[in-house]
């Protein structure tokens, strides 16, 4: 069974910075680097959207455009880890944020999430 477990969430004031990760583990014919790995966030009564997205060669990410030239992903398959560096945060941003791996044809994969709050 896959799982993905995120890290790196908590409190930061607007303007500040987080660097979330997501590594995938318990795999025997998972092969990270053939899934496209996603980042979404879902805020309080909102619907779960689509924040960042990169390829399994890593290139050509696409962002939501509410974050573009704030947020960075990125990968390293070598470590089974997705990054989303998030910098200039803003209020907005407070959210769940969960990681997900995609592969056309194949069952989803998703982490349980963690927490982002901005606020001052």
């Known amino acids: 069974q896959v799982q993905l477990v995120e890290s790196g969430g908590g409190l930061v004031q607007p303007g500040g910075s987080l660097r979330l990760s997501c590594v995938a583990s318990?795999?025997?014919?998972?092969?990270?680097?053939?899934?496209?790995m996603s980042w979404y966030r879902q805020a309080p009564g909102k619907e779960r959207i689509l924040v960042a997205a990169i390829s399994g060669d890593g290139d050509s990410p696409v962002y939501t455009e509410s974050v573009k030239g704030r947020f960075t992903i990125s990968r390293d398959n070598a470590k089974n880890t997705v990054y989303l560096q998030m910098n200039n945060l803003k209020t907005d941003d407070t959210a769940v944020y969960y990681c997900?791996?995609?592969?056309?044809?194949?069952?989803?994969?998703w982490g349980q999430g963690t927490q982002v709050t901005v606020s001052s």
């Open positions: 318990g795999f025997t014919f998972f092969i990270f680097s053939k899934y496209v």
């Open positions: 997900k791996a995609a592969n056309l044809g194949l069952p989803a994969y």
